[in-house]
């Protein structure tokens, strides 16, 4: 990969932050949050800001200068447990100025190739002071993502591997990746420094040892894990669910881990610490995945719709079923089944929704979470649910 | 539908390149020196694969399979000399724009809908595309329906 880095060079524009002040944004430059003692902030599932997302997440995310009270507050980010990292699309800013991550030696700004499965997302890399209910993640690394319709400035190389996210095709102004692992390394992704048009792949002068990070981990407190709540969802429906994300794990009276829980512990090596998933004899890693608006699986009993084949529409509900185990096989495994109908329809919440995976590769997405409290503890925690990354959960209505 | 296969070891040599979608095989030797300085040295094999599909016909394609820099393992399968479906899985995506050749601008303009942030899902007249992923961990399949070989389920492209 580093090789390929070192070799592609495209014309671009650079990235003008002072120029993308004409989108939608949710609010003024404000003052700093005051710092608090709450550690719950609101989940709102469903079809986002535009009303074009299904079984979508989103959070309320304030992003500042670092060390001032210039910040801007942002609604519907996408809360995202299979990535890593606070992105907001470009038009989403007002006029707040984030200063930008610099390569050493060049003193040129940095721009990251994200890739997700919809596409990828060309971002400049910047710091910011990341509030979230009353937690502070100070000076951390943010980006701020070209979501132009005009992309003639993506080099070749981030722009030859996918479509372009649109974050709003999912009712989103961006992302927040929490997964466990917290931190991506630099070289997974494709950077570069862009100057006068055109960018240049680099792989060193980097000053950060994470350009993607899940602000969470970064708290002053409560950093060593999540608890995601969702209420059940029994039908189909345009009505958004409300939950709530709790941060720290055993640090405040309102985030326990209860003695009931079913949990398993996720790869540590792993990028985003997957667990084992066993189906129809097959074993492959996976996580629950609240950036998943579906269930993903691979089952060759259930009928696919055509034209594509991608859809499963059972003649009657179904149920597909699965084992979670650790990645080490240690503990007790979890048999987990999912009910898939066959949709007539899109709705903002769809419990019982199944896409068609490769065999042997799949995700628990977002219906997954609903009737659910999902506990997610961060590498380096240690837990009653072990050593982390651990994924357990409670089925809590 | 009883399945055959057969697995033939036709070709074991170094090869730093795909082949592109709708291409005629040769089109791998264009594509290796396009691609050599961006693609570290793969291994490729040509499998023959047959399948039975109870109807006294004989399917036959090849499928190569490629090692890709970046942890990626490409899949191309051919028939009648041509390239009618890729897949492939890895860390990221490969090089789309050569994987997919002239398809490549069709894949880009046909937007996806409703599948949300992992899916890609292109479903156009010459090309169907799949995509999904998380990070680190991506998968995809695309084909041509046109060129598939009569009596491939699709289906047996994810398998």
Known sequence: ?397 | MKQVLLILMVAFAPLSAYATLGESTPSIESDNKALASSISTVTTKMISQEVDTGKNKSLKYQVSIIKATGNITIKEYVSDGKVFAVSWAGMRNPDLKQLFGKYFPEFKTTKTAGLGLRNTQVSAKNLMVNIYGVTGDFHGVAYIPSLLPAGLNPQDLLK
């Open chain 1, 1 to 397: 990969m580093k090789k390929l880095l070192q070799l592609l060079m495209a014309l671009t524009t650079v990235l003008n932050l002072s120029s993308c002040n004409s989108g939608t944004s949710s609010s003024s430059p404000a003052p700093a949050p005051t710092p608090s003692v709450s550690n719950v902030t609101t989940i709102v599932a469903g079809s986002g800001y535009n009303g074009r997302g299904i079984n979508t997440p989103y959070i309320t995310v304030t992003v500042c200068v670092p060390n001032t009270t210039s910040c801007q507050t942002l609604d519907h980010i996408l809360m995202d447990t299979g990535s890593v990292g606070l992105k907001i699309d470009a038009s989403q800013m007002n006029s707040l100025d984030l200063p930008a991550i610099t390569q050493t030696g060049s003193g040129l700004p940095i721009s990251v190739c994200n890739l997700y499965g919809s596409g990828y997302a060309f971002a400049t890399a910047n710091y910011a002071d990341v509030y979230i209910a009353g937690e502070k993640a100070g000076n951390i690394p943010v980006q701020i993502i070209n979501d132009s319709a005009d992309q003639s400035g993506v080099p070749a190389s981030c722009s030859s591997e996918g479509q372009q996210v649109v974050f709003s095709d999912v009712g989103a102004r961006g992302i927040i990746g929490i997964n466990p692992i917290i931190n991506v390394a630099n070289n997974l992704n494709f950077n570069y420094v862009c100057s006068n048009g055109s960018c240049i792949p680099i792989t060193e002068g980097i000053p950060v040892p994470y350009l993607n990070v899940n602000p969470v981990g970064y708290f002053a407190s409560d950093n060593n894990g999540q608890i995601i709540s969702l209420p059940a969802a029994t039908a189909n429906s345009n009505t958004n669910l409300t939950g709530t994300l709790t941060f720290g794990l055993n640090t405040e009276s309102n985030n326990l881990i209860p003695g009931n829980i079913s949990s398993v512990l996720g790869d540590p090596n792993n990028f985003i610490g997957k667990f084992t998933v066993t189906t129809e004899g097959v074993a492959y890693d996976s996580m629950f995945d609240s950036g998943t608006n579906h269930w993903l699986f691979y089952d060759a009993t259930i009928p696919t719709c055509p034209p594509d084949n991608l859809v499963y529409c059972p003649p009657t509900a179904t149920q597909w079923q699965s084992v979670a185990s650790s990645y080490d096989g240690s503990g007790t495994p979890i048999a987990i089944s999912a009910g898939i109908l066959s949709p007539t329809g899109y709705s903002s919440i769809m419990p019982f929704w199944g896409i068609q995976s490769s065999q042997g590769s799949g995700l628990y997405g977002l219906p997954f979470y609903y009737g659910k409290t999902v506990y997610l503890g961060f590498i380096g925690s240690q837990t009653s649910m072990g050593a982390g990354p651990t994924w357990g959960f409670t089925n809590s209505n």
